[in-house]
Every structure is written in C-alpha cells, then in structure tokens.
C-alpha cells in the first residue's frame, strides 16, 4: 500500500493558490511524474483513476460523500497471502491502471481502523489542504501552523479587536 504521508501527498494536490483551486495532477506530464514517484507507471488510465479517486477521498474526508463511494476503486483487488519472506504478507492483486487508486483507498480504510479522525481536512475554510494529526490529543486544526494557523489567530484576534472598539 503506499504509505499515509503519500496519501496526505495525494490529497492535498488540489491546493487553493491565489484564490483559484490548482490541480498538480491535472497537467498530463506533471501527474504522470507524481505516479511514477509514487511506483506507478504514469499511464493516462492509471492517472484517470488516480485522480477520481483522489476527488471521491476528498469528500468523503471532507463529510461530504458516503464512503461507499469508494467501492468502485475495489472492485478489482484481491488481497493475497504470501509467506515466501518468512512472514505473512498481503500481497493486492488489482489491475496495473487501478493500482494506485486502490492502494489510496485501502490506505484511507486503514487510516480509519487504525486511527479513526486523524485524516481531516484544514480548519482554514479558504484552504483545501488535509492533515493527519499525528499529535498525542488529537487537536491539531491546521494543515500548516506557519500558514494556516497563524492566519486564522491573526484572523480571530484582527475581529476581537474589531469588536472590542465597536463595543
């Protein structure tokens, strides 16, 4: 499976940049260099299915689809045991276009099992960016506290001041 930080990777490649969404897997070359790196094989199909299932991940992390709607992104993969290396290992059978997507998915799936509320987006409502909050209490807000948090306290603190001389 690719590992969570490729997943968060994967996720926030839909960035707000100067006030309009940018889309790092869009651009055809671009992308398929992101799946390479990722051990894809940078094929038009394998980045199709990538990116639909990047979207379907962001808005089931975002509450706003139903996890069944990643079902599609499984119907081909089969786990299956191998214990060659001297240890039981799941080895996914899935098609090499579907690879990646699956991988994300089964990641996500994991992520929910293992450490349920940990993946979320970005408290900031202008920012489209995820986080995994890897903290001990679970409290982490923002994708970035250099970006996003300092923004949105210089935000609440700009209002509370606001306030204070309207009052």
Known sequence: MIPEDAL??????????????????????????????HGGTGS?????????????????VRGNADAACLGEFLTEARSVPDISTGRLEWILHTP???????????????????????LRPCANPQCRRFLLDRSKPNTARWCSMAECGNRMKARRHYQRAKDAQTS
């Open 44 to 60: 038009t199909a394998e980045l199709r299915h990538l990116i639909a299932a990047r979207d379907a991940l962001q808005d089931v």
């Open 8 to 37: 968060l990777e994967l996720l926030n490649t839909t960035p707000m940049v100067g006030g309009a969404v940018q889309d790092a897997l869009d651009d055809g070359d671009e992308g398929r260099a992101w799946t390479r790196q």
């Open 96 to 118: 090499a276009d579907m690879r990646l997507a699956s991988e994300a998915v089964l990641t996500w799936a994991t992520l929910q099992e293992n450490r349920p509320g940990r």
